[in-house]
């Protein structure tokens, strides 16, 4: 079982193109067990997937991306689709950071950070995870210093996404503290 090529379809399903799969998704982005497993037995390469299979590929998983609870399952950050997924509240730690690519820094400082195609901006608790966000835009990344508690407490919303990621609507350019590349 290739569970990074699943685990790739499901967040595709989940967090982009629920309407490809024929899903009904609430507004805190869960979706019933068995109607993704039914979607997914439609294709040959998924044929013979079970609920198992999913709870393995969420334990094998290097970044927790999706969760299942009482028979739904949920992708916990990165949704583009046009229904608002609702976050949890919440106040972040002092600092959070964000990994992104070189060529992006100047719109940044002059922007602010941005959800560009994703509901969210996404944030990450530490550097390194920065870092390995940054990458996928850049083999050389900018790490971006965020001061979140002041920016919380001036009202800008922090949402939980998990342990890793934090999400909020937009971080305007005067919380950036710092950008290193
Ligand atoms: C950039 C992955 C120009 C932003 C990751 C980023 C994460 C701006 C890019 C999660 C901008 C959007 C999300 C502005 C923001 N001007 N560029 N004003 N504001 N940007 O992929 O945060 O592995 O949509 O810096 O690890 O990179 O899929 O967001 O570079 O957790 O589970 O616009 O997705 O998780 O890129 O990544 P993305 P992201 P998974």
């Not at 497993?37 to 991306?65: F, Q």
């Not at 609702?86 to 400082?109: C, D, Q, W």
């Not at 608790?125 to 990344?141: N, W």
């Amino acid at each position: 079982m290739n569970y990074i090529e699943l685990s790739k379809e499901i967040s595709y399903a989940l967090r982009h193109a629920p309407w490809e799969y024929e899903l009904e998704i609430n507004e805190e982005g869960w979706v019933q067990v068995e109607q993704l497993l039914d979607a997914l037995h439609k294709d040959e390469k998924w044929k013979k997937i079970s609920e198992k299979d999913l709870i393995t590929m969420i334990e094998k998983s290097e970044k927790k991306r999706h969760q299942i609870l009482n028979g739904k399952i949920k992708a916990y950050y990165g949704h583009s689709i046009p229904i608002r997924i609702v976050k949890e509240e919440k106040m972040p730690p002092e600092v959070l950071y964000h990994g992104t690519a070189r060529k992006f820094t100047n719109s940044i400082r002059e922007k602010g950070l941005l959800p560009q195609s994703r509901q969210y901006v996404h944030l990450s608790q530490d550097i390194e995870t920065a870092y390995r966000v940054g990458i996928r835009h850049d083999m050389r990344p900018c790490i971006l210093k965020i001061d979140a508690i002041q920016a919380w407490k001036d009202d800008i919303k922090f949402y939980y996404g998990n342990e890793k990621v934090w999400l909020a609507n937009e971080i305007p350019s005067k919380y950036i503290v710092e950008i290193s590349c």
